[in-house]
């Protein structure tokens, strides 16, 4: 059983362990794979695993060999489903891995936004504190985040574990989602219309899929019926916001900061006018990266493609 996995590194850039996979075929994994050279890397595959490298039908088609497609990920839409599916090859995904990573960078952005703490500690080495007259002193507003509206937009896995950590802290937790289900028992939690929710939360976060209903969902007039007071954290799909409209936001004191992890490309161009907005913070898409949720994602696919090898269907998408 060959397998090619096409773009490795992001995954396992040496910090982990590839035996989950080793022990199920002649695995050869390259650290990325231009879109030209996916035909000739992986003409021999039987299996092909992909992160990001696109999967397209006219690859499809010449890859005569191909058996299994797995996307070491949880969005697939980088392979041609329907094209796997004419050539009866089943495409896997994974779909839970990095809850907690994720909710995790949610509050780091919220709890540096709130504190600054890297402002703090570079003004304290920097020998502001020594030079102090007084035994301490802040360079930004400190917010306490006790009392305040957390919105999450989106009610997911993913969403529904930042509301447990947001009530855990003594939030209010308020929610917009399609599917109304399984209400929590949190107090104060209710169901909002988005524009509602925008109004409401002193933060919003974005936990919802890209669909073309939810591309550009928070644009100028989303963010007019945010608090000027509120803060807005996107670690789910750059395209749910309008970049230029959320920088003007920004910049005009219209928000009072904002956390992206993701951004309408990536990676992003220079020009990007999120690098540039006040009080933003950027980060690389790095919310899925822990090493534990990195280690998730190579286990879960081996469990795919093992439980492919044994007959059997496990998080197939088509």
Not at 243 to 258: M, V, W, Y
Not at 275 to 292: D, F, G, M, Q, R
């Given at each position: 059983?060959?397998?090619?996995?096409?773009?490795?590194?992001?995954?396992?850039?040496?910090?982990?362990?590839?035996?989950?996979?080793?022990?199920?075929?002649?695995?050869?994994?390259?650290?990325?794979?231009?879109?030209?050279?996916?035909?000739?890397?992986?003409?021999?595959?039987?299996?092909?695993?992909?992160?990001?490298?696109?999967?397209?039908?006219?690859?499809?088609?010449?890859?005569?060999?191909?058996r299994?497609?797995?996307?070491?990920f949880?969005?697939?839409?980088?392979v041609?489903?329907?094209?796997?599916?004419?050539?009866?090859?089943?495409?896997t995904?994974?779909?839970?891995?990095?809850?907690?990573?994720?909710?995790?960078?949610?509050?780091?952005?919220?709890?540096?936004?709130?504190?600054?703490?890297?402002?703090?500690?570079?003004?304290?080495?920097?020998?502001?504190?020594?030079r102090?007259?007084?035994?301490?002193?802040w360079?930004?507003?400190?917010?306490?985040?006790?009392?305040?509206?957390?919105?999450?937009?989106?009610?997911?896995?993913?969403?529904?574990?930042?509301?447990?950590?947001?009530t855990?802290?003594?939030?209010?937790?308020?929610?917009?989602?399609?599917?109304?289900?399984?209400?929590?028992?949190w107090?104060?939690?209710?169901?909002?219309?988005?524009?509602?929710?925008?109004?409401?939360?002193?933060?919003?976060?974005?936990?919802?899929?890209?669909?073309?209903?939810?591309?550009?969902?928070?644009?100028?007039?989303?963010l007019?019926?945010?608090?000027?007071?509120?803060?807005?954290?996107?670690?789910?799909?750059?395209?749910?916001?309008?970049?230029?409209?959320?920088?003007?936001?920004?910049?005009?004191?219209?928000?009072?900061?904002?956390?992206?992890?993701?951004?309408?490309?990536?990676?992003?161009?220079?020009?990007?006018?999120?690098?540039?907005a006040?009080?933003?913070?950027v980060t690389?898409?790095i919310?899925?990266?822990?090493?534990?949720?990195?280690?998730?994602?190579?286990?879960?696919?081996?469990?795919?493609?093992?439980?492919?090898?044994?007959?059997?269907?496990?998080?197939v998408?088509?």
């Amino acid at each position: 059983m060959k397998i090619r996995f096409l773009d490795g590194r992001v995954v396992n850039p040496g910090d982990l362990s590839w035996n989950a996979l080793q022990e199920l075929g002649e695995l050869e994994v390259f650290d990325r794979t231009p879109e030209a050279e996916i035909v000739s890397r992986a003409r021999d595959a039987e299996v092909l695993l992909t992160t990001r490298a696109p999967v397209s039908a006219a690859t499809i088609c010449k890859l005569e060999r191909l058996r299994y497609i797995g996307v070491v990920f949880t969005g697939y839409d980088q392979v041609d489903l329907k094209a796997a599916r004419a050539r009866g090859v089943p495409v896997t995904n994974v779909p839970t891995y990095g809850t907690a990573s994720v909710a995790q960078l949610v509050f780091a952005f919220l709890l540096e936004l709130c504190h600054h703490v890297a402002l703090h500690s570079e003004a304290s080495r920097a020998g502001e504190w020594s030079r102090c007259a007084d035994f301490s002193f802040w360079q930004t507003p400190l917010i306490e985040l006790e009392r305040k509206t957390m919105g999450i937009v989106g009610f997911g896995r993913i969403g529904r574990r930042v509301g447990e950590v947001a009530t855990a802290m003594g939030m209010r937790v308020i929610a917009s989602d399609e599917a109304r289900e399984n209400t929590p028992a949190w107090p104060g939690f209710e169901w909002c219309e988005l524009n509602e929710l925008l109004a409401a939360a002193d933060v919003v976060s974005l936990h919802c899929p890209l669909l073309p209903q939810t591309r550009g969902i928070i644009n100028a007039t989303a963010l007019s019926r945010m608090k000027p007071t509120g803060f807005l954290i996107n670690t789910s799909r750059g395209p749910l916001i309008v970049e230029q409209d959320l920088a003007d936001a920004l910049n005009r004191q219209r928000l009072a900061g904002a956390g992206v992890d993701v951004l309408s490309s990536e990676p992003p161009s220079r020009d990007n006018p999120l690098l540039y907005a006040k009080n933003c913070l950027v980060t690389p898409h790095i919310a899925w990266a822990t090493k534990e949720g990195r280690g998730r994602l190579i286990d879960t696919a081996a469990t795919n493609l093992k439980a492919f090898l044994q007959g059997h269907q496990k998080n197939v998408v088509n």
